[in-house]
């Protein structure tokens, strides 16, 4: 994923493994709380992610064709370590865990990894590295990965 560097809102650029352009990420600017529309490149939304206001700790959903896929939390009382935790509609949770500051975590399903994230610095824009196991939803686990970023490292504007 990649960050614009001059952009009005969050903008992200998805690209695959061979370094095409798979999907586009729109921040809706002026909304109450952070909302996102996870699009392929023809414009077709994939998932909307929309903050979720009056919570105790960082909540975001993300739905699917309208309908609540999950709900991403960050863990409150993680004291030097950050935690989230994903319920997942009709699926066992997914727990994210390990360097998320550092931007080096594994998500985990009963105790096995299902994708791994891993963050490289570029000298102009962020960059990230997502493995998704097979099987698993792609665009499910990249919109997870935009929300802990955001959760994580929102004041850092690019």
């Known amino acids: 994923m990649k960050q614009k560097l001059f952009c009005f809102g969050d903008e992200f650029t998805i690209q695959d493994d061979a370094g095409r352009d798979a999907f586009f990420v729109d921040g809706k600017v002026f909304s109450v709380g952070n ?3 996870f ?3 023809s414009g077709n939304e994939q998932a909307f992610i929309q903050q979720k206001l009056l919570s105790w700790t960082p909540t975001y959903e993300i739905y699917r064709n309208g309908e609540l896929a999950a709900v991403v939390k960050k863990e409150a ?3 030097f370590h950050t935690k989230f935790t994903i319920d997942i509609q009709g699926s066992d949770p997914f727990v994210v865990d390990g360097d998320i ?5 594994v998500f985990t399903c ?3 990894e299902i994708a791994q994230v891993s963050k490289q610095w570029f000298a102009i824009s962020d960059s990230y590295g997502v493995d998704v196991a097979d099987g ?3 665009v499910l686990m990249l919109a ?3 929300v802990i970023d955001m959760v994580c490292h929102g004041d850092k504007k690019h």
Do not use: A, E, P, W
């Open 35 to 37: 909302k996102l529309s």
């Open 39 to 41: 699009q392929d490149m």
């Open 77 to 79: 009382f993680t004291f």
């Open 101 to 105: 500051l550092n931007h080096n975590y």
């Open 110 to 112: 009963d105790g096995r």
């Open 136 to 138: 698993r939803d792609d």
């Open 144 to 146: 997870c990965t935009v």
